[in-house]
């Protein structure tokens, strides 16, 4: 099926139907800064309309909807597409997904560092972080499965590694995983810094 555009129309909020499977969430705190963002910035609604089926259902934009109306725009922009269902959860997907990464000597040295945040930019913390720009986030994490673990207590460690260390570090962390016996991330790092700690 060759997917046909509608040009950009404007329409009520309250027409729009959110998308109940979109697999996307905002906390709290970005989503404020969502809003704020908007409320900055109209303009940008027009440039980027919200993506809609022939039903007006949210294929691209559910959480820029929510921020329209929570800063009260009775009106936003719309661009209808005539997918297949396989298509339209393709798009859903792709069109949430970041293939690309930061350069961050760029936008240390180029962008204020204020705005980037409040544009909803998530930036290491520079001056307590030593590490070489390209850093991606691949959102590859574990979390513990022992389902006698109490999860309230969890907490997460990021690492910020970059396109020379991160393939290294999978690699030895593979190797240590066959090791000591260990089925992922979490586990072989614990045990290696406990390991190390005895030694000392």
């Known amino acids: 099926m060759k997917m046909k555009l509608t040009k950009i129309n404007k329409i009520e909020a309250s027409k729009l139907n959110n998308n109940l499977e979109n697999p996307r969430i ?3 705190e970005k989503f404020k800064k969502l809003v704020q963002s908007i409320k900055n910035f109209p303009e940008m609604l027009k440039i980027r309309p919200i993506v809609v089926n022939k039903d007006l259902v949210v294929l691209g934009g559910n959480m820029r909807l929510r921020a329209c109306i929570e800063a009260g725009i009775k009106e936003v922009y719309i ?3 005539n997918l297949s269902k396989e298509k339209e959860k393709e798009f ?3 069109d949430n997904s970041s293939f690309g990464e930061w350069d961050w000597d760029i936008l240390a040295n180029e962008w204020n560092v204020e705005e980037l945040k409040d544009w909803g930019v998530n930036i290491p913390k520079w ?3 030593n590490f070489d720009s390209d850093i991606e986030d691949t959102g590859d994490y574990d979390y513990p499965d022992d389902e006698n673990l109490d999860t309230s207590h969890v907490k997460m460690v990021q690492l910020f590694l970059n396109t020379k260390t991160e393939p290294k570090f999978k690699q ?3 190797k240590l995983r066959e090791k000591y016996k260990t089925e992922n ?3 072989t790092v614990f045990h290696c810094i406990e390991k190390e700690f005895k030694n000392l």
Do not use: M
């Open 26 to 28: 905002i906390r709290s």
């Open 79 to 81: 661009q209808e597409v």
């Open 92 to 94: 859903i997907i792709k």
């Open 127 to 129: 001056e307590d972080t």
């Open 172 to 174: 030895y962390e593979l």
């Open 185 to 187: 991330l979490t586990d």
